[in-house]
């Protein structure tokens, strides 16, 4: 594959998260959690806009009826019209937990949100399991389908839909689940894969065509393609340290986009990593799987 790998947007976020690939608009989106921002970026003129956000949006799904996104924010679950700005907030279902809010989600390929939240403190190596992860139906209610989490991560299904991934950060494992895309619920948890103590953290995920799952290393400077079977196929090496997820876009669903932060740096740690906190793209030999909208 090229190993041609750009930064096409010197965003400088503090934490960017959750790429989105709008496929109508041939442009990709995005949130910068702790700046209050939602950004796109235009691939074809090479515009940008953002959003001010009333609230920390950890992730999001368009609407498959076109208005607008359901978010996971620091206050639960909301509707937000991108047009008006309005926000329509649902369900918070963490309320007595004031040190969590919503963290990554992904719609499964039936239009299910599903989104899990974080335990948050200033150190993560104090954070606690008292996040979960729930899955938004379209009747817009929620259904707490996990618990004792620490940082809810890495949400991604196999093309089939028969597998969904997931990551409790802090473990350093992603986990594998059957998935029943009937009534949308999990089985079968294994480990997928195992990252060693100096790799970084497994943060968020996308699916190829070929079922390979790509995952963003937090402090890894990378993003990994395993195999089906957890194998490590193919590695991708970034000049930031903090590689936050990555999703397929492009005119043909080549090209692998990566979010990244500078969460925490100090200016001399900026200055070794000046990109950090902006959005990469590179081209690849596969092609994504498409990312469902939400049903609801």
Request: charged share 25%; proline share 5%.
């Amino acid at each position: 594959m090229s190993e041609l790998l750009v930064c096409i947007y010197e965003a400088q976020n503090i934490l960017a998260e959750c790429p989105v690939w709008n496929e109508a608009e041939q442009a990709l989106y995005w949130v910068d959690i702790t700046g209050k921002l939602l950004q796109r970026y235009d691939i074809n003129t090479k515009g940008y806009d953002k959003w001010d956000l009333p609230d920390e949006f950890g992730s999001y799904a368009f609407r498959q009826n076109g208005k607008g996104l359901i978010a996971g924010t620091r206050n639960g679950f909301c509707l937000f019209d991108l047009a008006s700005g309005n926000i329509e907030q649902l369900e918070q279902p963490e309320a007595d937990l004031p040190q969590n809010r919503m963290n990554d989600g992904k719609c499964d390929p039936v239009g299910r949100f599903w989104c899990g939240s974080i335990h948050e403190v200033s150190n993560p190596s104090h954070r606690q399991p008292l996040a979960s992860v729930y899955r938004v139906g379209t009747d817009l209610k929620h259904d707490k389908m996990r618990g004792e989490v620490k940082t809810s991560n890495g949400f991604a299904w196999s093309p089939d839909g028969k597998t969904m991934y997931f990551t409790d950060t802090p473990t350093l494992r992603i986990l594998a689940f059957d998935y029943d895309l009937l009534d949308g619920t999990v089985a079968n948890e294994r480990v997928f894969a195992a990252l060693p103590d100096n790799d970084g953290r497994p943060d968020g995920a996308c699916v190829d065509v070929e079922g390979c799952l790509w995952s963003a290393h937090f402090a890894g400077s990378k993003v990994t393609r395993y195999s089906p079977d957890g194998k490590i196929l193919q590695v991708i090496d970034l000049p930031v340290s903090q590689v936050t997820s990555c999703a397929f876009g492009g005119e043909n669903m080549s090209t692998l986009f990566i979010t990244t932060a500078r969460e925490d740096m100090t200016e001399e740690d900026i200055r070794r990593e000046p990109l950090a906190g902006g959005i990469f793209a590179i081209e690849t030999d596969t092609t994504g799987v498409p990312v469902s909208g939400f049903a609801g």
